[in-house]
């Protein structure tokens, strides 16, 4: 396996920028994916780094022209090396590298279609799932929903990998850079792998956040309106973290 794919490298770099005959998708990686490639690579270690996701139970894609790269199935992301790149185009079809694309391909793909994405970035995080259990909307403990696009939703519950998930996503999703998944995670989107990430991590804050506000006896936290909320969104947007 490991020989086979030192082999694959070897073709690719001879004929960059060619159809391969031996590539099992076709088309060989392009200057721009593999930069993509490494800086999805990187999102994902992080993702793992930083507790957001145990394992490989999340995945990171972006979007280079119309090619979406994407985590591939079951592989932790510390062994992913640039020769593992695997692409779709916008409809799911396969057009680069021999890995099986994730699971929940669905989820990234009608985020594309429906938004101007640049990288979206999917986490099982345990505070977020853990409040995406409670209510089916994060109750608004913090400004920094504003950055998000305003009250977090919860998409109700369906199998993952589903397009029934999928929709159920969208919908959540309105007006928003993110949203909860029942029982499941998270998932936001953005113009790059940094901003995608970044709202993950906001969320999953805000999600901890609130479980702790809400978790001492006898008391329960204020909580700001959809207006306060509204207002900070506007100030963050002329702070530069448009998108
Ligand atoms: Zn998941």
Redesign the pocket.
Known sequence: MAEEQRDRRGARDAREGEPEAGEPWGRSVRPEEADAWEALVATARRTVSDGLVVGT??NVSVRVGDTVLVTPSGVPYDRLTPDDVTGVDLDGGRVLGALVPTS?LPMHLAVYRATDAGAVV?T?AVHATAVSTLVPELPLIHYMAGALGGPVRVAPYAT?GTAELAENMLRALTDRTACLLQN??TIAYGATLDQAYDRTAQLEWMSRLWLTASSVPGLSPALLSEAQVAEAGERLRGYGQRG
């Open positions: 139970s999340g929940e999917h099982h993952y499941h995670g």
